[in-house]
C-alpha cells in the first residue's frame, strides 16, 4: 500500500476575487511545470442561472514552485469560450488536461451540451495554445472523440499523455443512463484511445477497469503515471445513485499495468481515503498524480467534487 | 436525361401503420427483391409525454410495376434508441444496401436538445432476414460529429464501387437565428466518406463535395448515388435554410449533380429536371429523393408537399436515346 501524507487545501476558488466566471468550484486539477512555478488548470463555475442550471469554464492558477500553498496568480479569463449555438460545447469546457509538444500546449476538454430526455450529452474537444498555455484556440468546432457504436454518449474527463512516441487519451464512456428518483444518472467507465499525431484517434473499445462496488459503479478521473518500469492509475468511483453524500460519494482507487492497455484494479494500494474531519471528510476524487523536485505528488478534490477547492497529498517513497 | 413522372404512388392515410403511426411517408428507399420491391419509409408517431414527433422506419412491398401495393409492415422494423442515445427520438431516413446475405441498414438518428431543436448521427443496423427486422451494431453511430463538422451527421447514403464503401451523407455547418422572433435555423452540405468494412468509416472531414446553387444559406440534403452507363449521378434535395416550410419557392427542389471518379462532381440541376405542376401533389415541394435499378430500369423516388406528409411518388429515369 502506498503511503500519502496529506498537506491540505491548496486553492479555494470562494476567495479568488474580481471573476463573474468563477463563483465556486475547482475542479479536475492538471499541472503544467513551469521553472518557477507549477500551472494547475482547473474548472469552475458562475452563478446558476434562473433555472439553476450550470455552465463551466477552465483556468488555471500559478502556484509557487518552492511552496505549492503559496498562490502567484489567477488566469484573468477562461483558457477556452464556449462553443457557439448547437456545438458540442455550448454550456461547458471542462475538465481539461494539457501537454506540452513542442513549442505548444494541446488541451484536450470535455465539451457539454444541453439535451431534452436526459440533462446533458458530452464529447472531448481539442485547443492549442502558443503562448505557455495561458490562451488556447479550439482546432476546430467539434469534437476529436465523438460517439461510435460502443460509447454512445458522455465522452469525458480527458487526460492526455505521451509514451513512446504515441499519444494517449484515457477518458471516460457512458454505459447507460439509469433513472433514480425521476432523474437520469449516468453511468461511465474509462476507455481509451491512441493516436500518432493528437488528431486522429483510434479507440481500444475496452472497459479498462473491472468494476468493483457495484455494475453500474461510475469511474472518472483515469490519470496515469509511469513509474519504476510500470504504468499507475490513480482513479475515482462511486455508487451510481444518492452519491452526493458520503456513503455513497466518491473515493480515490488504484491500478497498475505493464502494458497500457491490460490493468489489474487493486484499490487497498491506493493509500488514501477521506479524512476524519474538514474539507476531505465525505468524499475525495478526481486524482492527478506528478513529479515535482524529487516527490511524487497527488492533487485531489474534497467534498462536493471540488466546490471548495483541491488539496495537495504526498507520496512517502516513490510508486511500485 | 429526363425524369418522367409516374404520379404518387403511396399515401400513408390509407394504410394502417405500425408503432401507432399516423401520416408521413417520408424519404422512401428500395430494396428490390425477384418479384417485389420493399420501400422503406419514415413515418411519425407522436410523443404522449410532449406532443412532439417521433420518426419509426415502417416500409411497404409493392409488385414491380410499382403501382399495386402487397402489403404494409406492421411490425416494428428497428425500435428506437435507448434514454440518452442518438436515436431516441426518431429514425428518418433509413438507407438499405445488400451485403452478402444480410441487409445493411444506415439510419439517421435524431435526438432533441435545449438551445437548438435537435441533433442527429448515422447508425448501422443489420437484417438477418431479409429486411423485416433490423439489428443495431451498438448504442452508438458509426458517424457523428468531428473536429470540423459540428452538428448534423445524417442523410447516410451507402454504395459499394469496387472493393470499397462509399458513403454520402451531410453534416451541418452550424445553427442560425436568422430572425430575432424564429428559432434558430440550421444549414448542412453533402460530404463523402469511406471504408472498407461500412463500420469504420474515413471521412473527407468538412470537404462540401456538391456547389452552392442559393450561396452559402443553402442546406442539402439526402444524397442519393445511380451508376448509369459509366457515370454516376447523384439526386439530392436542397433549400434555403431559413423561411423553408411554406409555399413560397424557399423550400426543397431536387438537384443533380454527375461525376466519372467519385470525387469530382458536376452539378447540373437542369438535366435532368424534375417538373412541377400547378395544384399537384407536388406543386410546392419536391424533396428527399432515392434513385434505384429495377429490372434494367431507373426510378427516382421522391416526397412532395408539406415533406411527404402524404407520402410519396415516382419518376422514371429515362437516358438519352
Known amino acids: 500500500m502506498f503511503t500519502w501524507k496529506k498537506k491540505g487545501k491548496v486553492f479555494t476558488p470562494q476567495a479568488v ?18 521553472d518557477d512555478f ?101 482546432l476546430g468546432t467539434g469534437p476529436v472523440i465523438g460517439y461510435s457504436p460502443d460509447e454512445p454518449f458522455v465522452l469525458s474527463g480527458p487526460k492526455i499523455r505521451r509514451f513512446n512516441d504515441t499519444w ?47 455494475e453500474d459503479e461510475a469511474q472518472a478521473s483515469p490519470d496515469v503515471f509511469h513509474a519504476n518500469g510500470k504504468y499507475h492509475m490513480f482513479f475515482c468511483y462511486r455508487y451510481s445513485s444518492n452519491y452526493r453524500g458520503k456513503a455513497n460519494g466518491y473515493r480515490i482507487g488504484y491500478a497498475s499495468s505493464s502494458n497500457l492497455t491490460d490493468w489489474v484494479r487493486d484499490d487497498a494500494k491506493a493509500g488514501i481515503d477521506v479524512s476524519e474531519q474538514g474539507w476531505d471528510a465525505e468524499m475525495i476524487s478526481y486524482p492527478h498524480v506528478f513529479e515535482l523536485d524529487g516527490k511524487t505528488r497527488l492533487f485531489y478534490l474534497g467534498d462536493q467534487v471540488g466546490r471548495h477547492g483541491f488539496g495537495l497529498a504526498e507520496l512517502d517513497g516513490t510508486l511500485a | 436525361m429526363k425524369l418522367k413522372k409516374l404520379g404518387k404512388i403511396f399515401d400513408p ?17 428500395a430494396l428490390v427483391f425477384d418479384d417485389f420491391v420493399r420501400i422503406y419509409f419514415s413515418t411519425r408517431a407522436v410523443d404522449t409525454t410532449n406532443g412532439k414527433y417521433l420518426s419509426h422506419i415502417a416500409f411497404v412491398d409493392m409488385r414491380k410495376d410499382l403501382r399495386e401495393i402487397i402489403r404494409v409492415s406492421q411490425e416494428t422494423v428497428i425500435p428506437l434508441g435507448g434514454l440518452g442515445c442518438f436515436d431516441e427520438h426518431g429514425i428518418f431516413p433509413m438507407n438499405v444496401m445488400r451485403h452478402g446475405d444480410r441487409i445493411y441498414g444506415y439510419t439517421c438518428g435524431w435526438n432533441r436538445r435545449v ?24 448504442e452508438g453511430p458509426v458517424l457523428s460529429a468531428s473536429l470540423h463538422e459540428p452538428c448534423l451527421v445524417g442523410d447516410g447514403f451507402v454504395k459499394v464501387v469496387g472493393d470499397t464503401f462509399h458513403m454520402w451523407y451531410i453534416f451541418g455547418t452550424g445553427w442560425k437565428r436568422f430572425a430575432s422572433d424564429t428559432p434558430p435555423d440550421r444549414t448542412y452540405k453533402i460530404g463523402h466518406a469511406v471504408s472498407k468494412n461500412g463500420i469504420d468509416w474515413v471521412k473527407e472531414e468538412a470537404r462540401q463535395i456538391i456547389s452552392d446553387r442559393l450561396g452559402p444559406d443553402e442546406s442539402q440534403a439526402l444524397p442519393t448515388v445511380v451508376q448509369i452507363g459509366e457515370r454516376h449521378h447523384m439526386f439530392f434535395c436542397y433549400r434555403e435554410s431559413f423561411d423553408f ?31 412541377i405542376g400547378d ?31 402524404h407520402g410519396f411518388g415516382l419518376a422514371e429515369i429515362e437516358a438519352e436515346a
Open chain 1, 38 to 138: 507549477v500551472r494547475v488548470y482547473f474548472s469552475c463555475r458562475p452563478p446558476a442561472d434562473a433555472n439553476g442550471q450550470y455552465v463551466s469554464y477552465s483556468a488555471y492558477v500559478d502556484l509557487d514552485r518552492q511552496d505549492l500553498f503559496k498562490v502567484l496568480r489567477v488566469s484573468d479569463n477562461p483558457i477556452l469560450g464556449l462553443g457557439g449555438l448547437g456545438e458540442f460545447d455550448e454550456f461547458g469546457t471542462y475538465p481539461v488536461s494539457v501537454i506540452r509538444t513542442g513549442n505548444e500546449v494541446r488541451a484536450y476538454y470535455a465539451g457539454w451540451t444541453r439535451c431534452e430526455s436526459v440533462p446533458f450529452n458530452v464529447a472531448i474537444g481539442c485547443a492549442v495554445s502558443r503562448d505557455d498555455g495561458k490562451t488556447f484556440t479550439k
Open chain 1, 17 to 34: 476575487e474580481g471573476r463573474s466566471w468563477l463563483k465556486e468550484f475547482a475542479q479536475a486539477p492538471a499541472t503544467l511545470v513551469f
Open chain 1, 168 to 214: 494517449y487519451l484515457w477518458y471516460i464512456a457512458g454505459r447507460k443512463w439509469k433513472v433514480a428518483d425521476g432523474r437520469a444518472e449516468p453511468v461511465y467507465k474509462i476507455r481509451m484511445a491512441t493516436s500518432s499525431d493528437g488528431i486522429h484517434w483510434n479507440k481500444l473499445n475496452k472497459d479498462l477497469i473491472e468494476s468493483r462496488i457495484e
Open chain 2, 13 to 29: 392515410t390509407q394504410h394502417r401503420l405500425p408503432n401507432a403511426c399516423v401520416q408521413f411517408a417520408q424519404s422512401p428507399q
Open chain 2, 245 to 275: 416550410r411554406t409555399a413560397n419557392k424557399r423550400g426543397y427542389r431536387i438537384g443533380h449533380a454527375y461525376s466519372d471518379d467519385l470525387l469530382h462532381w458536376t452539378r447540373d440541376d437542369a438535366n435532368p429536371q424534375l417538373e
Open chain 2, 115 to 138: 438551445s437548438v431543436s435537435v441533433d442527429t448521427g448515422i447508425g448501422l443496423a443489420v437484417s438477418s432476414d431479409d429486411g423485416l427486422t433490423f439489428q443495431r451494431l451498438g
Open chain 2, 279 to 309: 395544384g399537384e401533389w407536388d406543386s410546392e415541394m419536391q424533396c428527399y429523393p432515392h434513385a434505384f435499378e429495377c429490372d434494367g430500369r431507373y426510378y427516382l423516388l421522391y416526397n412532395g408537399n408539406e415533406f411527404g406528409r
